[in-house]
C-alpha cells in the first residue's frame, strides 16, 4: 500500500498569517525524502490555501507522484490540463465547508463527470473519483471512464469505534473488490489517522490511501519527517 500524504493543511497554517512560511512545497519535499509515495494537493475555487502559485512549484519539484484534487469546473479543468499532475482526483467542493464532506454524485452527474473526466485523460492525466462506498457511485465511476476511485474513509474515521467502525470497514472492503472487479484501481482517504489506518491493512484490494490532517498535526509535535516516517510504518509496502 502506498502512502500519499496531503500538504493542504500546510498552506491553510500560511494562508492564517497571509505571509510566505511555512511553505507548502518545501513540506512536500520533506515528506518525499521521508518516505512518502505522492504529494496531493486541492486547488480549491477560492483558494483558500494552494494557490496557483504552490501548484506550479509542486510541479517542478515533486519528484514521486502529484496528486491533485480538484472540482469539475472549466477552470480547474484547464489549469490541471496545463500542469499536467500524474493523478487528478476530482472531489465535491462547496465554499462553505471546512474540508470536503462526502463523495462525489457521479450517478447524478454522470454527463459532466463523463465530459471532465475525457478532456483531463486527453492530456494524458489519469483520473481518480472520490466516491463514498457505494455500489452505484463505483459502477457510475466505471461507466463515467475514470482509472480510479478513492474511497471516501470519513464515516469509518468518524465512527465511535466497536461494531460500528467495523462494519463501514467491511463496507469499505466490499467497495474496494467491486471497483477492482471492474478493472478500476483504488485509494482510499478523509480522517485517516496513525490509529484507525491499522486495520486498511487487511484491504488488500486498496492500493493508496491519502492523509494529511493527521500528518501535519502529528508534525507539530514531532517534526515532519518524524511524523511521515511514523505513518509510512504503518503503511505496509505495495
Known sequence: MRLCINIDHVATLRQARGGSEPDPVAAAQ???????????????????????????????????????????????IAIARATRPELATLVPERRQELTTEGGLDVVGN???????????????????LFVDPVAEQIDAAH?????????????????AGGAAQRALLEEIRTAARRARELGLSVNAGHGLNYLNL????????????????????????????????????LVRPG
Do not use: Q, W
Open 30 to 76: 520533506e515528506c518525499e525524502r521521508a518516505g512518502a509515495d505522492g504529494i496531493v494537493c486541492h486547488l480549491r475555487e477560492d483558494r483558500r490555501h494552494i494557490n496557483d502559485r504552490d501548484l506550479r512549484l509542486l510541479r517542478e519539484t515533486v519528484k514521486t507522484k502529484l496528486d491533485l484534487e480538484m472540482a469539475a469546473t472549466d477552470e480547474i
Open 110 to 128: 454522470l454527463a459532466g463527470v463523463r465530459d471532465a473526466v475525457a478532456r483531463l485523460k486527453d492530456r494524458g492525466i489519469r483520473v481518480s
Open 143 to 159: 461507466a463515467a471512464g475514470a482509472d480510479t476511485i478513492e474511497i471516501h474513509t470519513g464515516a469509518y474515521a468518524n465512527a
Open 198 to 233: 491499522v486495520p486498511f491493512s487487511t484491504i488488500t484490494e486498496i492500493e493508496e490511501v491519502s492523509i494529511g490532517h493527521a500528518v501535519i498535526t502529528r508534525a507539530m509535535f514531532v517534526g515532519l519527517e518524524r511524523a511521515v516516517r511514523e505513518m509510512r510504518a
